[in-house]
């Protein structure tokens, strides 16, 4: 619950997906930034954000890193609903974190 409430209330973007990488949460602010409500997000992949100037190589770093280490940091041109592009000019910094059910088996990204 306490969790829960400082997502709410954070000014940065968080996002939730599963292990098949459906979005499982977004909070407020990642849905203001992006234009999506949560009921337009719950079941999708993020690559719902991807668009003609999000480079693939990157995308697959991300994944690489992701389900290597568990962690990515990088730059990525991401897309508001509307096919809008998110940054007005340098891509957006990014972190992706994955938690574990067990050691050794992600289930949560």
């Known amino acids: ?23 499982l949460y977004a909070n407020p602010a990642f849905c203001a930034t992006t234009g999506y409500s949560p009921d337009e997000l719950e079941g999708q992949n993020p690559r719902i954000l991807q668009g003609p100037l999000t480079d693939k190589s990157v995308i697959e770093k991300l994944r690489y890193d992701r389900d290597t280490t568990g962690h990515f940091t990088g730059s990525t041109f991401n897309y508001r609903k509307g096919d809008r592009r998110l940054s007005c000019g340098a891509p957006e910094s990014r972190s992706v974190n994955t938690m574990a059910a067990t050691p050794c088996r992600f289930c949560h990204h």
Request: proline content about 0%.
């Open 1 to 23: 619950m306490l969790l829960r409430a400082a997502t709410e209330l954070s000014f940065s973007s968080i996002l939730v997906t599963d292990a098949q990488h459906r979005i």
